[in-house]
C-alpha cells in the first residue's frame, strides 16, 4: 500500500472512532434550593411554579418561582 492511503485510512478510522465520543461539561454541584415565600395567589385558578436554578454563563442562576395561570 502506497504511503498516502495508509495515511488516509488511519485519518478515516481516527474520524470514525471519535464520531462516537460525547464530551459534556462538568457543572459544580448544584446548590440546595433557596426558601421563598410565596406570597397570596392573584386570582383563583393561578398555581404557583416553584423556583429553581438553572446552568448559565458558567455558574448556576436561581429562577424565582412565580404564579402561572
Not at 488516509?8 to 462516537?20: N, S
Not at 404557583?48 to 448559565?56: F, K, L
Not at 448556576?60 to 402561572?68: E, L, N, T
Amino acid at each position: 500500500m502506497s504511503r498516502i492511503l495508509k495515511a488516509t485510512l488511519a485519518a478515516a478510522l481516527m474520524a470514525a472512532t471519535l464520531t462516537g465520543c460525547v464530551v459534556e461539561p462538568v457543572h459544580p454541584r448544584r446548590p440546595p434550593p433557596l426558601v421563598e415565600v410565596v406570597p397570596v395567589a392573584p386570582a383563583p385558578g393561578y398555581h404557583w411554579v416553584a423556583g429553581h436554578y438553572r446552568w448559565g454563563h458558567g455558574q448556576w442562576i436561581w429562577v424565582p418561582g412565580h404564579w402561572q395561570y
